[in-house]
């Protein structure tokens, strides 16, 4: 009896909040990279008549724009290319690795990352978060050539915190802060 | 002079007085207030809008009029067809969200996504995201600026945006004198509009300062407003009443990200259900270092910081 008047009593209030696991709904789609060079394919313009050079040298005809500056050890293009199949990359152990499954060369050396944007940590994913994500390959965000980090043009700061200067209206400049208090107008607040 | 003696003859005259001149006065204030409410509000606002009840104890056929008679005044004062939906809370899922703030480079491109979908004022500017720029090696948001430009990041600086944290103990739904916010199911702290007597407790409650007051009346340009609304999130805002970050619950309830991740261009964000194990942020917060701002509030949130 007291149950029962208990457990009516209970249906009124809001049910405690349950943990239990959901499903895992979403699938995860790796934008491709060949699309980038189907419109200039490295055999089809060039390389299956001009077999490249293997030697390390400094380039001065083709190629100049892309300066390798990518750690001690990756110091020629054989490293990631395959130098008979200029359309394909390649692993230390020899295998061949398409362009759109480039991150497999890039997590030879940064398995640590590479476990991470596994997982959706590292790395953009957008699209949907229930169904079809959209994951970006290593090379979209970072130049494997020369992947240190870039700077980024800053959109400009919203017309209050403009107003307030490049070193004020921080965290503590909330709306009890004393540039209200000395007669801001309230038009020119968030 | 005792209530004795004068309370009773005080109450009989006057309601003597009252007699004499209830009607006329009652039906006075009557008319007097139906045609200030009709005159003064009639063409802001409107009866029905006026008397609108709370957004929990609207029907479904009270939603349907309210829905079409905020698309027919966009219609009719911005001349824009807009679609005003109430997508309902997912079952099994718990909202949260992750930002990195070793990748945030403080772009601000979330900022202004963020004003472009949820049809927030250009004029006065309003963004519900601020990137607080912070000094290498500390975490004291009281020494971070906002007013930074130019490239970014600057040298011995980090980034860290601010915006609603959807908070599981909110200050800001306790402090809500009329129960105008709440925290949905799926743990989004939404507010009701139309109930919203602009108070701003709940904005001085906020330890993230994550609430915006509309001091005037919103503005946006025909050409700026998000079409696609959603009636507890971003439809057209009047002025005088609070708003703040929804989730895009009109986008994330329908299983896509918000409109800060998809434009954040380092990967910062992170953004999912809770409930599941094998969610990313289930494995950012199983995996990574995570950091809780005004952790110290007691306030639970559900946004997170991380490194790495």
Redesign the interface.
Known sequence: MLVAALGAGACHREAP?E????????TIQVVPRTPLIATFSCMAQCHSRLAPNPAQRELRTFHVDKRLNHGQTLTWCTFCHQDDQLDSLHLINGTLVPFDEAYRVCAQCHEERYR?WT?????????????VGVR?SCPT?HNPHDPHRQ????????????A?????????A???SPERAHGAP????? | MSDETNGPYTKVSLAEGVASSQTTRRVFLKVLGAATAATSTADAMGWEEYFQQHYKRLTDDDKRAIFARLEQQVRDRQGVDVHIRDPQPLDGVEFAYALNLQACVGCRRCEYACAQENNTSRSPEMHYIRVLQMEKGSLDVERSHTGYEGQVPQQGHYYMPVQCHHCRDAPCVRACPVNATWAEPDGIVVVDYNWCIGCRYCEAACPYFARRFNFEEPTLRASEINPEQGYLSNRLRPRGVMEKCTFCLQRTRQGLYPACLEACPTGSRKFGNLLDPNSEIRQVIETKRVYILHEEAGTNPRFYYFFG
């Not at chain 1, 997982?119 to 229930?130: D, F, L, N």
């Not at chain 1, 307030?164 to 503590?172: M, S």
Request: net charge negative; aromatic share 4%.
């Open positions: 909040h943990h239990r696991d959901a499903p895992h709904t979403q991470d997982r959706g940590v590292h790395g953009s994913t957008t699209g949907s978060w229930r169904d970006r965000c700077q980024f043009e800053s959109l400009p700061p919203p017309a209050r915190e403009r307030l200067g490049p070193h004020e209206g921080g965290h503590g909330t709306e009890g309230e038009s020119t607040h968030e």
